[in-house]
């Protein structure tokens, strides 16, 4: 519904400086204007996600086709978003072009994300995560959050006769879900806080945490961590 990639540039410099080239993309604001909440249309939701994790899909792909103009390694690509961000990058790695009902596969046959890093984000149907799909993760969350569940619940807390009720797997959900795959999955969680930790580590020396995970992954650690603060 709103949001600019200029959002993205802090945590970009910040990256950067520490040898690690970043991108900041715009998405489509399908949801401008419209009600993103329990007032909304749950299919309206739906088309929004799919319509960015497109957008993410074309994003990485115009990298990818120079990659080697602007010295990037396409095995070592990390998403990153806050709330509705965090959704999208939640959702890319694994829904298909089926799934999204687009224009057709847009990244290289075989590509893969090397990890992906949400903050304060849900995805719709945990079971798109498998052994075999999965990868390496980096959550934040805060455990009240009145907007995108810590758990399992709907979208907003939405009453389930609400036209926008849209059931949302959140970071504990997934990471407890990931633990019991195998996989490298760390989670923060912020006891009686709320939304404003969406982009709390994309912020100030918290990014530290961001950099580390993607070390940690790059020198091809395998882990599993809960952080309660």
Known sequence: AGGSRAEGHTLGRFLR?????TASISYT???????????GVTSEKIRAIQTAVYDTWMATSFLLSRSELIGINPEQVFLAGSSAGA????????????????????????????????????IVDINLISEENQIPSLFFHGDLD???????????????????????????????????????????????????????YFRGQARLEVYDFMKRVLAGERFFAHVIK
Not at 97 to 120: M, R, T
Request: hydrophobic residues 40%; glycine residues 14%; contains cysteine.
């Open 17 to 21: 400086s520490r040898g690690i080239a």
């Open 29 to 39: 604001l399908l949801m401008r204007n419209r009600d993103f909440s329990c007032g």
């Open 146 to 200: 009145p907007l995108v569940p810590y758990g399992i619940a709907p979208h907003h807390y939405c009453p389930p006769t609400a036209t926008g009720w849209l059931m949302l797997f959140g970071s504990n959900a997934i990471f407890e879900h990931m633990v019991n795959l195998g996989g490298s999955v760390k989670l923060v969680s912020h006891i009686g806080a709320g939304h404003e930790i969406a982009g709390y």
């Open 87 to 122: 959704e999208t990058v939640l959702h890319a790695p694994y829904w298909t072009e089926v799934l999204v009902e687009k224009y057709g596969q847009q990244l290289p046959e075989n590509f893969k994300y090397a990890g992906v890093i949400g903050g304060a984000g849900a």
